[in-house]
């Protein structure tokens, strides 16, 4: 999902670290995605409640991703091509801000739609399963 992003929004770039934006810089930055995307997820699991789980992914991936893209820029690790919409005020990317807490929201909801069944399924499916005699009986 963070590869076809990556892919999807590198010709809103000129540069990384003054080099072409190669298919490696791009799975590279995949990765990272991915590794951030799983410590957000891991801490919502751990720490937070059910119900605030995804609302979490999506305002802290947001919000890490806009501090990474304002240190990126400042420290010219990359820069935008005249294409990139910009948000107002902060100048950071549209695209960039939205990508880890769109991609981690959308991981958790697949996650908790299609992942594991659910708590209440696995108490109905243990309740209906038949046991096997004990042997000495």
Do not use: C
């Amino acid at each position: 999902m963070n590869f076809l992003w990556e892919n999807l929004h590198a010709p809103l770039y000129i540069h990384y670290q003054g080099g072409a934006i190669t298919e490696i810089v791009l799975f590279h930055a995949a990765l990272f995605d991915a590794a951030v995307i799983t410590l957000f997820a891991a801490f919502a699991f751990l720490v937070l409640p059910r119900h605030f789980r995804q609302w979490f992914m999506l305002i802290a991936g947001i919000l890490f991703a806009i501090g990474l893209e304002i240190f990126a820029l400042k420290t010219g690790r990359w820069e935008y091509a005249a294409l990139m919409p910009l948000i107002p005020f902060i100048n950071v990317g549209l695209s960039p801000a939205l990508q880890l807490g769109l991609t981690g929201w959308l991981a958790l909801f697949l996650t908790n739609r299609y992942g594991t069944p659910r708590a209440s399924t696995r108490k109905k499916s243990l309740r209906t399963k038949k046991r096997a005699p004990h042997p000495l009986m």
